[in-house]
């Protein structure tokens, strides 16, 4: 059995497996993620009517801790919840100066744009000390106060088995009246590597 990525084909070893044959169909059913073969021909043995399923192997969902926030003391992310498919990603906002905050969210750690310019400073915007880590293709997702100091942040990952594999990277930022120019901090990233478990 061998798995494509739309790159690489790979072999990967399976419990059981069809005996070879031609004149068989086979589809992907996309709603449940799932490869179906039914019937062919096997050599001279004439035809069969069974019917496989193939699943792919589980990808266990992760949320990676990566880069530093900034402000004093730094603003943090901390992943509470991996983002599994048909489920909420979330996260714990700590060091939040006010309970006005929210998450940038994008599809790259390494291209604003068509530029391989992140991480990015963002002196340049009055957050010296402060770093873009990653594209901000979705902007102002809400982050809710629970405590003083501290928001949080949940997601809906849809149940799509074509998000399996799929890496978005999510970083918090908080009004901070003091703290700088702008007046605004930004967290640490989080990489959010989508699963199916």
């Known amino acids: 059995t061998w798995e494509y990525d739309g790159v690489n084909w790979t072999q990967v070893t399976t419990a059981s497996s069809p005996s070879a044959r031609y004149y068989h169909t086979m589809v992907y059913d996309s709603v449940r993620g799932k490869v179906v073969m039914f019937g ?11 019917t496989w399923e193939y699943d792919a192997p589980p990808l266990i969902a992760t ?29 714990l906002i700590a060091n939040a100066p006010t309970s006005v905050g929210g998450v940038a969210m994008g599809f790259s750690d390494s291209h604003l744009g068509s530029l391989p310019i992140l991480p990015l400073s963002l002196a340049f915007i009055g ?16 982050a809710t106060s629970s405590a003083p ?7 809906p990952i849809p149940f799509n088995v074509n998000l399996v594999g799929t890496h978005v990277y999510v970083q918090a930022y908080c009004v ?22």
């Open 40 to 50: 062919g021909r096997i050599g001279n043995n004439g035809y069969v009517n069974d």
């Open 127 to 142: 957050m010296p000390g402060c770093q873009l880590w990653h594209s901000n293709d979705v902007f102002g997702l809400v």
């Open 149 to 155: 100091g501290t928001l949080d942040f949940s997601y």
């Open 176 to 197: 901070a009246p003091s703290a700088n120019p702008l007046p605004i901090i930004a967290s640490n990233g989080i990489d959010w590597l989508i699963g199916n478990q």
């Open 63 to 91: 949320a990676t801790i990566y880069g530093t926030g900034c402000g004093t003391p730094a603003l943090d992310f901390t992943p509470t919840s991996n983002p599994i498919i048909g489920t909420s990603a979330a996260g």
